[in-house]
Every structure is written in C-alpha cells, then in structure tokens.
C-alpha cells in the first residue's frame, strides 16, 4: 500500500475510529521506526523520563510560543557574556 493509499484510506475513517488508530500508532511507534540503536541507552532513558513526566503533569509543560522567546533571551544573555564561545 502507498502512502497515498494510506492517507486516503485514515482520513475514511470516522472521528472516533481515527483516534483509536492513533492511540494504535502511538503505542507502536517503536515497533513501527525499527531500530533505534544510535541512540546512547543514557539519552534514550532521558527522553522516555521527560516523556514520562510530560503525560503525568501535562500542566508542567511550556507552550512552544513562550518558551522560545525564553530560550532565546538566554542565548543572547550567554552570547552577551561570553563573545567568543562558539
């Protein structure tokens, strides 16, 4: 099946039957990418700790639109202080 086939045949699908295909595709994820073997066991027990943290307080996360400014702001502050860091 293409992927063009694909797209055609989920976007058929009815509101409730998408989101349970999503669900579906969502705890495959891993199965589904292959192998993730470049990823350092340190780094990858990382993102599965703040993925983690995420879904259990989902209050605690920071929209992309504020964070950046942030996130910015501080890099400038860095570059400020430090010209000729790279």
Do not use: C
């Amino acid at each position: 099946m293409s992927l063009e086939q694909l797209e055609d045949t989920v976007l058929k699908l009815s509101p409730e039957e998408r989101r349970r295909f999503i669900e579906w595709l969502y705890e495959h994820e891993d199965e589904l990418i292959g192998n993730d073997d470049d990823i350092h066991p340190e780094v990858k027990a990382e993102i599965l700790r703040r993925r983690e943290e995420a879904l259990a307080h989902p209050e605690k996360l920071e929209a992309w639109e504020t964070a950046f400014p942030k996130m910015k702001q501080r890099f400038d502050d860095l570059r400020r202080k430090n010209p000729y860091a790279r």
